[in-house]
Every structure is written in C-alpha cells, then in structure tokens.
C-alpha cells in the first residue's frame, strides 16, 4: 500500500491585504502553521510520497523565516516530496527553486516546463510532472503523451487549468488526462476543489488550497490523502479530504425582511451566526437581504462593531425600502412630495442611481421623522 498526500496552492508568504497588519501578520503566521501541522501529518501517517501541484510560494518573494521552516520540515519528514513550479512561484534563474544544495535529498523539483519523470524503484512509482518557468503557460507539456510503464503506478503532477481550453495557466482537459494514463492525476491552481473525479480508470482532481486567504476561497480547506495498491494491472485507490486550515472563510445572506430598526437587524445577525456554529475560527462576510422599513437607515460599520465571537465580520447592506415607500406616492405632505422626486431615480434601470436614490429616501424620511441622522 503506497500513502500520498496531494496538496498544493499554499500560497506561502499571501500578504492578506485586505486585514488590518495585525490580523494580517497573524494570518500569515497561521497559514505557515497549516504547512507545518501538514508536514506533522506526513511524519505521523508515515507518508509515502509527498505531492506538492504548484504554487508553494505567493510570488518570488520568500522571507528567510518561511524558508528555513519548509527546509526544516522537508528534511524531518522521511517522504519524497515532488514540486511542481505554478504560475505563483515559477522556476526562474532567481527563485528560490534555482539555488543549488539547498533542498535536502528527498525533495524533487520539476525544473522544466516540459514534461520530466523521476522513479521511484523501491515504490515502483513513476512520478511525472513539469513547472511553470513564467507567469504564464500556452501549452500543455503531456499532450500527445503517455506513462511509459504501464505495469507501475504512474502519477501526474500538473498545475494547469481545467476551466477553458485557451486558459494562459497551462490548458488541461479530461480527455487530455485520460490520453496520458497515470493511475493518479494531481491537479494545482483551483482553489475551491471539487471532489476528485474517475473516469476510465483515470483518477484526477485538485486539491483545493491549505488554506484560505480570502473570500473568493470559503470553506475548510485542506489536502487529499490517497491510499493506493497495484497489482497484476489492477490499481486500488481510496482519497480522502484531511482539514488542515486553522479558519475558514464563509459568505452569507441573511434575509432581514421586515426589520424596522438596527437593534433588530443586530439581533438577527447574532442569532445567524450562533445558528451557523460560527466562532473564532471564522472570517465572515455577510449581506443582508429582503425589504425593510422605508425609513431604516442601516449603519453596517456601527452594526458589525455590536457583533462579537468571529475572527473578522463585514456587513454589506443589500436590503431595499420596503411597501411603505409605495404608499408615499399619493401623501399630500413633505414625505410624499420628497417619495415623487425620488421615484424618477427609484424605478431606474441603472442599478447605482437606483442604490443612491433608496439611500436617500432613507436618509431623508428618517431625517423627517426626527430621527438623528448624523451618526448615519
């Protein structure tokens, strides 16, 4: 029984510009601690073969601090370890990829952007891959290719994009992964994995991101064990997903219809993210929906400074003035007269000047109503 990890988009040294710097910094400290409570899991499992599909590194900046711990690591574990160069971290004259003796034996880079192999004769493995040399990539390196060993367990690791056949991050189909015929494909650069896919005999899929960085990637992340035996032509695959991200990224809508006031609307949100099981361990973005009082004004700062218990919260207001601002129409007082103006602006096509004109019905309404609209 051979045991691989697939992982790959770690994405170390991400600046997480969109925290402040101390949550940044904490993030960036956390998101080293992901790779090393995975290279624990690979000295713990006794891990065969490390595959790494891709973008280890976030560009061709790497601090001492984030090298020192992937060489600490890689030289503890006891698993050969395969990297693939993405489109993040490409194999150039300067990456860190290029500087001779500083990887330890059982560390095999893909220096080419043509296709290369490494064996593994003791496994009886055949490791197949190839590296990103740019940010870019025109042509995919195992087309019109195939393994060169069928009785072996072949494995292709490839950074590359499924998603469109004229994709500048290396062009990958089904049919090209199948033509190819490894036992087990190992897909980098979709952050959001489906789950792994077989078709003829081919299994292949992405291992998602260690880690989320951002709210383009929400969920647990992680990477993908595989339990494999050949023999006699019969190959024998288990995968199984293993969480390793400390936190999670999550977008929600929480429809708020009918709310007349923040309090409200806070209590909900409260109730939300208590219904969600979401804690410290979540960074969370939520919208809210539905029709609300026409005179509501939704301050989304002051109602994300009440919410307590999440690593990181923003509010988004998405709500719109609800059936009471229809019955202004036909109001003979200042309220009315204010509605009319408005209403041109309202039912416009052009979604902005349609989003300003109900900010200012509430703004204004809620102004006449004596409300204070300063702290607005």
Not at 179 to 206: M, Q, R, S
Not at 212 to 240: C, H, P, Q
């Amino acid at each position: 029984m051979i045991k691989i990890l697939h992982t790959g988009d770690i994405h170390l040294d991400s600046p997480f510009s969109r925290l402040d710097t101390a949550r940044a910094e904490i993030r960036r400290n956390e998101l080293r601690a992901a790779f090393t409570s995975m290279m624990t899991y690979v000295r713990v499992n006794h891990i065969d073969i490390l595959l790494i599909a891709g973008d280890l590194f976030d560009s061709d900046f790497v601090t001492r601090e984030t090298i020192g711990i992937i060489l600490r690591e890689f030289e503890r574990c006891q698993a050969e370890v395969f990297i693939a160069a993405g489109n993040h971290d490409p194999i150039t004259p300067d990456s860190v990829y290029a500087k001779e003796g500083i990887f330890p034996e059982n560390v095999h880079i893909f220096k080419s952007d043509e296709l290369e192999k490494f064996s593994l004769d003791e496994l009886g493995v055949d490791v197949y891959g190839y590296s990103f040399t740019s940010d870019r990539m025109y042509h995919t390196p195992f087309e019109g290719k195939h393994v060169e060993d069928e009785d072996r367990f072949n494995i292709l690791l490839a950074h590359g994009d499924t998603r469109s056949s004229s994709s500048v991050y290396c062009p990958v189909t089904e049919s090209l992964i199948c033509d190819f015929g490894a036992d087990y494909t190992a897909l980098g650069h979709i952050h959001n994995a489906a789950p792994i896919k077989e078709k003829d005999g081919c299994v292949y899929g992405y291992c998602g991101c260690l880690e989320g960085r951002d709210f383009g990637e929400t969920g647990v992340k992680g990477a993908v064990l595989i339990e494999a035996d050949k023999s006699d032509g019969k190959t024998g695959l288990s995968v199984k997903k293993i969480r390793f991200s400390r936190r999670r990224y999550e977008c929600e809508n929480l429809d708020v219809e009918g709310a007349e006031t923040q309090s409200e609307i806070a209590e909900k949100i409260r109730q939300f993210i208590s219904d969600r099981g979401y804690g410290e361990e979540t960074l969370l973005s939520l919208t809210l929906k539905g029709r609300v009082s026409a005179s509501l004004v939704i301050n989304t700062d002051i109602l994300a400074s009440q919410i307590e218990g999440l690593f990181f919260f923003e509010l988004s207001d998405g709500t719109v003035p609800g059936e009471d601002a229809s019955e202004l129409e036909g109001d003979i007082t200042i309220k009315g007269q204010f509605y009319r103006e408005l209403l041109p602006m309202l039912e416009s096509e052009n979604e902005e000047e349609k989003q300003i004109a109900q900010a200012a019905l509430r703004y204004g309404l809620s102004a006449l109503d004596g409300e204070n609209v300063v702290d607005f």
